[in-house]
């Protein structure tokens, strides 16, 4: 009964992920669905992504509890709400959508930033309906986790590595061997190592960033010029 | 229907911790339900402690995958198993028991520690029948996690706060500060700070770790005597 009940709970899941999705590509918004451990830093790269982009920023912050992490956001100039899970420990599609609802200042945005419960395991298996998965992880978690937690990482996009500037301070850590656990996980190993702290790399990420959403912007647009055309008598 | 589901397995958990428990009262085992965010230094806590006391020790390790944190607590000299849990997110008493069935050098120790799934929410849900619940919590992780994660810093009876080595190099961190948090949390607060990169602290966390065990030994013993005056004659 378990897995049928969790079977039938994803397949719901899946269903309004699917409808998320085709709202987010309506409004040219680059959905994400950011991921991580406790503490790996999901909130602070917000902060540091604010500072160095044009680019409008959204987020959701999902919680246990407390509003911090919104509140965090608000404070350094993100559109931001809070999810409250009480005891769950990770979102889905139907929390992201009632957050969504009604909110102007979600939608009026480049880029959604959707922050999800700190946790390695749980998140990756419930669709939101993002466009992108990024893992943030940090170099004090040590080298090991792509392998100790692949469900996450079999469904990276792309890996955030941060807290960089505690490199020197932390024995047996080498990027490296992130990278080669990175390498037996995900299907295209993309890591962009930085540091909110230092600023090193975040100019990558927001390269990155701005790609994606430069190609859901071409889509949204493309998808207008054929509505048009169809709707133009022959 | 989700809810039901939830509340019949929580049951049937709870009666199988409970057998859980009669067992390792008999064995006048400490059992430890050892749990923290991924990267936390459970494991590391543990090979810490193996060097600095005479208490025999076995573990039980859990993750998603892979069974590198038993291999190297063996190689430490604690006597481990590893439970490969697939995208399980925690423990449950069923898991527990299984892997302790046929077990001789896991039931011939003082202390058996619980390595949990690295997640600071499900686990805590889950009695597994052990003794005392504690918490791994690295600095790195920044001061607010209790407060975030209040489910499982509410059932702690020890927070062992790590890798306090890394204190100079992080901005914003304060170990009052999450002293606060655990005041606002936990039912008593008890937080030993410890680095097991420099020893410091670790002293203090056997210490706990021996009184514990010496409180678990007095009452198998006293439940024994009692057990012999009552099967004796008049």
Redesign the interface.
């Given at each position: 009964?378990?897995v049928e009940?969790q079977e039938s709970?994803l397949a719901e899941n899946d269903h309004l992920a699917g409808h998320n999705r085709e709202h987010f590509r309506e409004a040219g918004l680059l959905a994400l669905n950011l991921m991580g451990?406790?503490?790996s830093g999901k909130t602070t790269v917000l902060e540091a992504t604010r500072a160095r982009t044009d680019l409008r920023l959204s987020a959701l912050s999902a919680?246990?509890?407390?509003d911090?992490?919104a509140a965090r956001l608000q404070a350094a100039g993100i559109a931001a709400r809070s999810i409250t899970t009480g005891?769950a420990?990770h979102l889905d599609a139907r929390m992201v959508h009632e957050a969504l609802h009604h909110w102007d200042a979600g939608w009026d945005a480049d880029v959604l930033c959707i922050e999800n419960?700190?946790?390695?395991?749980?998140p990756a298996?419930y669709d939101l309906g993002q466009d992108a998965n990024v893992i943030v992880l940090?170099v004090?978690?040590?080298p090991?986790?792509p392998?100790?937690?692949?469900?996450m990482f079999r469904k990276a996009d792309l890996v955030l590595l941060t807290?960089i500037?505690?490199l020197p301070?932390l024995?047996g850590m080498d990027v490296e061997d992130i990278r080669a656990a990175l390498e037996r996980t995900m299907p295209e190993v993309r890591m962009i190592p930085l540091s909110a702290?230092t600023g090193e790399g975040v100019a990558d990420w927001v390269g990155w960033l701005e790609g994606r959403r430069n190609a859901v912007a071409s889509r949204a647009t493309a998808a207008a010029a054929d509505r048009d055309i169809m709707v133009q008598p022959g």
């Open positions: 009964v378990d009940v709970l451990s406790p503490g919680d246990l509890a407390t911090r992490d005891s420990c419960v700190g946790n390695l395991v749980c298996i940090s004090t978690e040590g090991d986790k392998l100790k937690y692949p469900v807290k500037d505690l301070y024995r702290e």
